[in-house]
């Protein structure tokens, strides 16, 4: 045991020899949240006051001209704009609810952020410590209820803990693969005064390894399996995007020459018109990455997970290939496709690394191939959906001509369904962080608050939500959020009067048997109105144009409802239990 | 893959609701945890877990990358039934006046390697640790006297080749640990792989 006590003598000594020797001051619980903010560097929190919270509400009161609180409607729509807020500033989002009710109202969000890596850290109110099981007013078990949908959580009900804990979070939120965190604070605690000795954040938790140590061995290998390629193929996930890793990816397959598709959440890491990029993998991607999946010899996997909706059938996917895998989480290492190269590590590190072992190449020929599936895409896909010559208009025109209009260089945020599918598909990005959606979780009503959160994570740039009508009614509510923080935010409503993907499948896989997928909806631009929210209703192809521009024109928040095909579809599509090859075109 | 018996051992800081943070990682599954031991390690602050559950390596080796995954686990590792050494313990409780008449304890006891913890007019309450089928043996001798109670203990395990976990540890408290700790367990070579 002597071992022992060295490393706790030495580890004390640490201890004592960071602390700063600093005269301590009396403060609450709650103020030292509200300093614990300050030392992160927040300046937006999204948020809804209640009864288990109101000292840390009383707290923020004296911070108005350092913290920015923007009120929500609900909950579950402060989360989504948090996550908006991560995704486009790359910065900690940052929540505020009460207890029970509010706490509960969270865990959507918590885990459309816990499968799409999005650092968030909530704070929640809790009921007196004394009161906690008794079931008492608002009390619910938040703890348990969010374990498995956060990277980590931890309930407070010592105000002396809160400094630490609260730098806890936003490192382990921020580090290695990003996640949310949960901070339950009991009443009791925000309360308490105690000696408050500074805030110091935290880098080094003795359990917690955010990233590995590179292994050369591995960097050396995978650069050999990219040389001796005769088709390589890169696949890259928003691990680019979350190891600010844009420039260093652009790079390695700019040398490599390496013909390059990105996940729905890979997107905009590279602009989507680099001659490299061959467009989206998936179930609703481009004809050419999924069938050449099945392909390739080198499958060069980053910072992405091999999601399902990705894969199609496992059993079927890139057999032929040797894959190169690079990620930061070990967990998704051979979790769903057996690597031939692990890389573990974070690609900001890995990626320069192996940029600089592999060979200055070009692949024409297996580039042209990507080309020519491209082209059969365009005549049965693209140009249908692009250029229509049917009455009704389609969802891609829409995309289409925002594209020509915004060049590029908005932030497009959508929500979850067939206009999703199509806005990724055809949407132009040149900038990263630019799009913004719910990727894992699938969460319908994501887009109206994320693009609140997204326009205060990046002011300066222009922030487009594309919704489908069903998803809008979701969380209709936080129109009164724009309302009232005057979100600049421009709403584009796809409405098809369907919930139109499930329509869709219910077309292909259940005989067109359509089963409570009908949707009716208020007047959306006379709903805007009640919130003094401009808007416009266009069903015309002549009007849409305008419509579109007078939209990005105009001052502030507006909402542009499009009335598209009823019953239009997305292809191309894998089928669900169907390889990526056998991707169908209609 | 076949599934067979695979004992995880975890080490884990002391922390309010990280059991609930590993169990739901096999219930998330639909996996079952045949035992479940977990008490503190020989280091202080230190919880060790020791879970048995019967799976395939591929589906166990999984479970240990997402458990490690945790913030407040140290490491996970897995092993088969020949890579440790195990004991569970169990007590038997029996009335005094039959065992005292129709059964010679003395042999009894030595037989089973029990031993007596308790000796009361009406009731004898016996103990012994093996595994599992030396427990279920001491059952089936004992019911025939009237077993009034029965318990077992979740399975504890010694890993044959472990060197033990306090120089480990004093690494994790380092910011630049050696390779050893902040290793890659996936990528090491494969007979060290989850072997201390």
């Given at each position: ?10 580890s004390k ?6 602390l700063?020797l600093?005269a301590t001051?009396n ?12 030392s992160?560097k927040?300046h937006?929190?999204?948020g809804?006051?209640?009864?288990a919270i109101?000292p840390?509400?009383?707290a923020?009161?004296d911070?108005a001209d ?6 929500v409607?609900?909950?579950q729509?402060?989360?989504h704009?948090?996550?908006g807020?991560?995704?486009?500033s ?12 509010g706490?509960t109202?969270?865990?959507?969000g ?7 890596s999005?650092?968030v850290?909530c704070?929640?109110g809790?009921v007196?410590?004394h009161?906690?099981?008794t079931?008492a007013f ?8 969010t374990?498995?949908?956060t990277k980590?959580?931890y309930?407070v009900t010592?105000?002396?803990?809160i400094?630490?804990?609260?730098a ?24 308490q ?16 390894r ?6 050369k061995?591995?960097?050396e ?8 390629a005769?088709?390589p193929?890169?696949?890259?996930g928003?691990g ?5 890793a844009?420039?260093e990816?652009?790079?390695?397959i700019?040398?490599?020459?390496l ?6 959440l890979?997107?905009s890491?590279i602009?989507?018109?680099h001659?490299?990029?061959?467009g ?10 999924n ?13 992405m997970r091999?999601?399902?909706r990705?894969?199609g059938r496992?059993?079927?996917y890139?057999?032929q290939?040797?894959?190169?895998h690079l990620?930061?989480d ?14 573990w590590?974070?690609?900001k590190e ?7 072992l ?5 692949y ?5 191939r990507f080309r ?16 229509p010559t049917g009455?009704?208009l389609?969802m891609g025109e829409?995309?289409?001509?925002l594209n020509e209009?915004?060049k590029?260089d ?6 979850v369904g067939?206009?999703q599918?199509v ?23 994501f887009?109206l ?29 936080e ?6 923080s005057?979100v ?7 409405n098809?009067?369907f919930?139109g ?6 077309q292909?896989f ?7 997928v009908?949707?009716?909806?208020p007047d959306?631009v ?10 416009r209703?266009v069903?015309k ?8 521009k007078?939209?990005?024109d ?9 009335m598209?095909?009823k ?10 239990g169907?390889s ?7 | ?8 051992t ?6 309010v609701?990280?059991l609930?943070r590993?169990a ?11 035992s ?5 390690s020989e280091v ?8 048995v ?8 080796r ?14 996970a590792?897995?092993n ?6 195990w004991?569970e313990?169990a007590m038997?409780?029996v ?5 005292a ?9 030595r037989?089973y ?5 308790a000796?009361?007019t ?5 103990e012994?640790?093996?595994?599992r089928e ?15 109670e ?7 395990a ?9 120089e480990k540890l004093k ?5 630049e640990p ?12 494969n ?6």
């Amino acid at each position: 045991m002597d071992t022992l006590q060295k490393i706790k003598a030495t580890s004390k000594e640490q201890e004592a020899s960071k602390l700063p020797l600093q005269a301590t001051v009396n403060i609450s619980g709650s103020e030292a949240v509200m300093r614990a903010m300050v030392s992160e560097k927040v300046h937006t929190i999204f948020g809804y006051p209640g009864g288990a919270i109101m000292p840390i509400y009383d707290a923020l009161y004296d911070y108005a001209d350092r913290l920015q609180h923007i009120l929500v409607r609900h909950e579950q729509g402060a989360i989504h704009a948090a996550q908006g807020y991560a995704r486009t500033s790359g910065k900690v989002g940052v929540v505020f609810a009460t207890s029970g009710p509010g706490a509960t109202n969270l865990v959507t969000g918590l885990a459309d952020a816990m499968i799409d890596s999005t650092p968030v850290v909530c704070i929640t109110g809790q009921v007196y410590a004394h009161l906690l099981g008794t079931d008492a007013f608002q009390e619910t078990d938040v703890m348990n209820i969010t374990t498995p949908v956060t990277k980590w959580n931890y309930q407070v009900t010592d105000a002396t803990e809160i400094p630490s804990v609260l730098a806890k979070a936003f490192y382990i939120a921020k580090s290695g693969r990003p996640g949310p965190v949960v901070i339950d604070i009991t009443k009791n605690a925000q309360l308490q005064k105690f000696d408050y000795a500074g805030y110091k954040r935290s880098d080094h938790i003795r359990s917690y390894r955010p990233k590995p140590i590179v292994r050369k061995k591995f960097i050396e290998e995978a650069a050999e399996l990219i040389n001796a390629a005769e088709k390589p193929f890169v696949i890259f996930g928003q691990g680019v995007i979350l190891g600010r890793a844009e420039k260093e990816f652009k790079k390695f397959i700019e040398k490599g020459g390496l013909p390059t598709a990105w996940t729905i959440l890979g997107m905009s890491a590279i602009p989507t018109d680099h001659p490299l990029a061959v467009g989206m993998l998936g179930m609703h991607g481009n004809y050419g990455p999924n069938v050449l999946t099945n392909e390739c010899d080198v499958l060069i996997a980053v910072g992405m997970r091999f999601d399902d909706r990705v894969t199609g059938r496992l059993d079927k996917y890139a057999k032929q290939a040797k894959v190169i895998h690079l990620d930061i989480d070990p967990a998704e290492i051979d979790k769903n496709v057996k690597a031939t190269v692990p890389v573990w590590g974070d690609c900001k590190e890995t990626l320069p690394m192996l940029t600089e072992l592999i060979e200055q190449k070009t692949y024409p020929n297996w580039l042209q191939r990507f080309r020519e599936y491209q082209k059969e895409e365009e005549e049965s896909c693209i140009v249908p959906e692009l250029n229509p010559t049917g009455e009704t208009l389609t969802m891609g025109e829409v995309i289409k001509l925002l594209n020509e209009l915004t060049k590029g260089d908005a932030i497009i945020v959508t929500d979850v369904g067939q206009h999703q599918m199509v806005t990724c598909r055809y949407a132009k990005f040149n900038q990263t962080k630019s799009n913004i959606t719910s990727g894992g979780l699938g969460t319908m009503g994501f887009a109206l608050p994320a693009a609140v959160g997204a326009k205060f994570g990046a002011p300066e740039r222009k922030v487009v939500a594309v919704i489908g009508d069903g998803g809008f009614q979701m969380t209709i509510q936080e129109l009164g959020t724009i309302m009232q923080s005057q979100v600049d935010v421009k709403l584009i409503i796809m409405n098809n009067n369907f919930l139109g993907m499930v329509r869709q499948w219910q077309q292909l896989f259940h005989e067109k048997r359509y089963s409570f997928v009908d949707i009716s909806s208020p007047d959306f631009v006379q709903v805007a109105n009640g919130y003094h929210i401009d808007g416009r209703r266009v069903s015309k192809r002549e009007e849409l144009g305008v419509a579109l521009k007078d939209m990005l024109d105009h001052k502030g928040p507006y909402l542009l409802e499009v009335m598209v095909g009823k019953e239009n579809n997305v292809f191309p599509m894998v089928p669900q239990g169907c390889s990526v090859a056998e991707i169908r075109l209609k | 893959m076949n599934k067979q018996e695979y004992t995880i051992t975890v080490y884990t800081e002391n922390q309010v609701g990280l059991l609930n943070r590993i169990a739901i990682i096999f219930s998330r599954r639909k996996i079952n945890i045949d035992s479940l031991n977990t008490s503190p390690s020989e280091v202080e602050g230190v919880h060790r877990f020791t879970i048995v559950i019967n799976e395939t390596e591929d589906v166990v080796r999984k479970l240990c990358r997402q458990i490690e995954k945790q913030v407040e686990v140290l490491k996970a590792y897995y092993n088969t039934n020949d890579e440790i050494v195990w004991q569970e313990l169990a007590m038997y409780k029996v009335p005094t006046d039959v065992i005292a008449e129709k059964v010679k304890v003395e042999r009894l006891l030595r037989e089973y390697g029990a031993r007596a913890v308790a000796i009361r007019t009406d009731y004898i309450v016996f103990e012994t640790s093996g595994h599992r089928e030396e427990i279920d043996a001491l059952i089936k001798a004992l019911e025939p006297y009237g077993l009034i109670e029965f318990v077992r203990s979740a399975r504890v395990a010694i890993i044959k080749t472990s060197h033990g976990f306090h120089e480990k540890l004093k690494e994790f408290e380092y910011r630049e640990p050696s390779e050893e700790v902040a290793e890659n367990e996936f990528l090491s070579e494969n007979e060290k792989i989850f072997s201390m």
